[in-house]
């Protein structure tokens, strides 16, 4: 394992859903598998093997996905269990069910709605994209280091290029944006990858902590989370550059399946500006790979969830 990310790994070439090697065998949870860059991911890993676990909050829509994928793969290896990322009861309730996993696909996420808080009292965003994953990490943790080829992949997106970690006002009490606290939780998601795969690294365990973003693609994010103007925006901009769901599944699946990835790499689409493409490796923002946030985010990660996470 690097320390780091490589600095150029260049293009991986044209690597699609075809590419994938068998999964047989291979228990994978997908986060937020009912529908787009999840149910696309779900879809590909069902085809060639694995046995999948949609971990959805939406059970009725989780059960039209299954329905779908057992329509084109009926001998699939399928479950669908409920979590819900904005309260970490439910979390600890899922986590409990783990008890063999080769790898965990922290997908889910919401994008840019107006204040709102977990269940637990943390901004929405923060609370599902980076602390709901960071507790199930930490609680299935034990079941990914008895796998032969553990991994965590966290995915991320471009706009974490544009976050900062608000440390004084985390939850957006005193004041709130919501592309820029969206962009924080995002920029959390790096953060915690690349300190996850610093410590595994210092543990000496062979699990990999694997970053993705999936480029600009049209989902549901756009439509259920921003409204107004910025509603408009992001859809009139998704459909002059965006990719379809099936193509920003490719670098998350790059980053759970592919014998050469390392920890610690961002995998993102190979076109100009990270927008579009075939995965390849990319490179996270600078201020990403600071050891003193990474430290303060998972102390307040541990903090705010009530886990020690000791990968250990």
Known sequence: MNDTPEEDAGST???????????AGRTIIVTGANSGIGFEIARALAAHGAQVILAVRDEAKGTEAIEKLRAEHPDAALE??????????????FATGVKKLDVLINNAGVMMPPRTLTKQGYELQFGV???GHFAL??????????SADGRVVTVTSRQHNRGRMHFDDLHGEHKYSRAGFYAQSKLANVVFGLELHRRLRAAEL???SVLAHPGVVVTNL??????????????????LIAQPA???????????????VDSGQLIGPDA???????????????????????????????ELSGIHFDPL
Request: overall charge negative; aromatic content about 6%; hydrophobic content about 40%.
């Open 13 to 23: 070439g044209q690597w699609t859903a075809e590419d994938i090697p068998s999964q």
């Open 246 to 260: 099936d193509m920003g599944a490719l670098p998350p699946l790059y980053a759970a399946v592919h014998p050469d």
């Open 80 to 93: 669908l269990r409920y979590v819900d990322l904005a309260d970490l009861e439910t979390v600890r309730a």
């Open 206 to 208: 062979p699990v990999r």
């Open 272 to 302: 100009r500006n990270e927008a579009k493409g075939y995965p390849t490796v990319v490179e996270p923002l600078e201020a990403a790979r600071d050891r003193d946030v990474a430290r303060r985010l998972w102390d307040v990660s541990e």
């Open 129 to 131: 994209n980076h602390l």
């Open 137 to 146: 990490t930490a609680l299935v943790f034990d079941a990914l280091k008895r």
């Open 222 to 239: 756009q439509t259920t989370g921003p409204t107004g103007l910025t509603k408009v925006a992001l859809q009139l901009g998704s459909r």
